[in-house]
């Protein structure tokens, strides 16, 4: 991996056989919550247990009165199968606690989940931000428990769609991170890969929690969402102030990114995308790239900083405490997002191009963005997933089906508050600092451009793109999924 050496775990169908061993001793598993990840990690572990013929009951938890009662319900889950029922009742029966609820929520309820755990049952977290949030306030885990995270590196429709998707394909799903945290039982590891075999990752990247919150939290205020919606918002009203009309401004900016150059680095890696420009195109990208690269570094150091320090977290806590006074709105009401629509609508694939302004934004920010966490000291393995293979192939594919505004407004709790707070950021820092340095014919930094293509996460990302699933996702295809759709 770019000259290192990392811990990364082969899944696949083929291993269902070794579920028993690896989950031996759990009886009962515990699904707390029904939002992003709840369904699709249910019914997966649900449908591999069954499978590999493991009398393992799954159950899921909800709160008194959740409306997620009757969603449960339609896709199998029952109070009378005794598969259904309140959270707190759950937890203590379950030998594995996998606690999906929502960032916030787990920050108000940790202490009474870590009540209601029976002796020697296993905590299951899907992101670090629990442990980043007791961190912040001078708490840990309790010491008597076995604390794991396996984090699936895509939205919870996409894990289900893939796996769905991929049931007749040995190496179909998402791949994801898996971290020990604690091991009192000595039996911690085994549980942990099983339970990422069983939701259908094909391969699993060693990390920590500590690592995994950092990486993640950032990434999605970043590339993943943040800085994406920023880009397009700025670069759609750039065009237009050059002579485009709001549609062709809209294909060339977002239908750009998400139909065409995260294809290419889906497939082909990042640098891909510069050497399949012509010689004209590639003055163009190095132009962009060179005077964005800097700018987004600046945001994406600022974020890495707010986020490892604690204070990212602080935020989303603070904003979950005003929600009751002061709802989320939606961002889709704006002319960027009513023109895409429209584009969307009428919409020839063949015809999305490959603008190289666009690309020298969007790729020196990713590039950016992989640059501050290896700075940091994550591992390659981390950086690729989190800021490319995430972005491309399973966030992208749901904007460029239903937006990027969809997106934002359909995301968790956490991804949504990040995403809003930065973008912003990305938009006027980029339209500030690096087209105006454009306009005014600032030379190419070709010491950045050099960096780029020398750049060690090109093997990276080309050993991680032979990681890749072996099923595309298919966003329309007809699924148990649903995604949670805010009207």
């Keep these: 991996m770019a000259g290192t050496k990392e811990q990364i775990v082969k899944g696949g169908r083929d291993l269902f056989p070794l579920l028993p061993k690896a989950f031996e001793g759990i009886k009962e598993i515990g699904v707390i919550g029904w939002g992003s990840q709840a369904p699709a990690q249910a019914q997966n572990l649900r449908d591999s247990l069954n499978e590999a013929g493991c009398d393992i009951k799954v159950r899921i938890g909800l709160r008194e009165g959740s409306s997620s009662f009757e969603e449960a319900r339609e896709v199998g889950f029952s109070e009378d199968a005794d598969t259904l029922g309140e959270m707190f009742d759950v937890i203590g029966k379950s030998d594995l606690v996998m606690l999906l609820i929502s960032d916030a929520a787990q920050a108000a309820l940790y202490k009474d989940v870590f009540a209601a755990m029976k002796p020697g049952a296993t905590l299951g977290l899907s992101h670090g931000f629990l442990l980043g949030y007791l961190e912040s306030i001078g708490e840990k885990f309790p010491e008597n428990m076995d604390v794991i995270a396996v984090c699936p590196k895509g939205m919870g429709p996409s894990v289900r769609r893939l796996y769905e998707q991929g049931k007749e394909v040995n190496g179909a799903g998402i791949n994801a991170s898996f971290a020990v945290h604690q091991d009192k039982s000595g039996k911690a590891t085994e549980l942990a890969l099983g339970w990422g075999v069983a939701l259908g990752s094909p391969f699993m990247f060693e990390t920590t929690l500590t690592s995994e919150y950092c990486s993640d939290i ?22 237009q102030r050059q002579g485009m009309s709001p549609e062709q401004a809209f294909i060339e900016s977002c239908e750009s990114i998400t139909g065409n150059i995260v294809k290419i680095i889906s497939t082909k890696g990042i640098k891909a995308v510069y050497d399949g420009l012509s010689d004209d195109d590639k003055m163009i990208f190095e132009e962009a790239y060179s005077a964005s690269y800097m700018p987004a570094k600046e945001i994406l150091q600022e974020i890495y900083d707010e986020v490892s320090s604690g204070n990212e977290i602080r935020t989303v806590i603070m904003h979950g405490k005003r929600i009751s006074k002061f709802p989320v709105g939606k961002i889709d009401g704006t002319d960027t997002w009513k023109v895409g629509e429209k584009v969307r609508a009428s919409r020839d694939e063949e015809k999305i191009p490959l603008n190289p302004f666009t690309a020298g934004v969007y790729v020196a ?92 996460v090109h093997e990276a990302v080309t050993a991680c793109c032979e990681l890749r699933p072996t099923v595309d996702i298919s966003v329309g295809a007809a699924s148990s999924t649903k995604e949670i759709v805010i009207e």
């Design 218 to 239: 950032y990434g999605e205020r970043g590339i993943l969402l943040g800085a994406v919606h920023g880009i397009v918002e700025s670069l759609y009203r750039r065009y």
């Design 365 to 456: 920010t990713m590039m950016a963005q992989i640059d501050v966490l290896l700075e940091a000291g994550h591992p390659y393995s981390e950086v690729v997933n989190e800021s490319v293979i995430e972005a491309v192939d399973s966030l992208c594919p749901y904007m460029h089906y239903r937006g990027v505004a969809f997106m934002v407004d359909n995301c968790s709790f956490t991804a949504k508050t990040g995403s809003r707070k930065w973008a912003p950021r990305f938009d006027y820092i980029l339209d500030q600092l690096a087209y105006t340095a454009v306009d005014n014919g600032k030379p190419v930094n070709q010491d950045l451009i050099a960096a780029f293509q020398n750049h060690k």
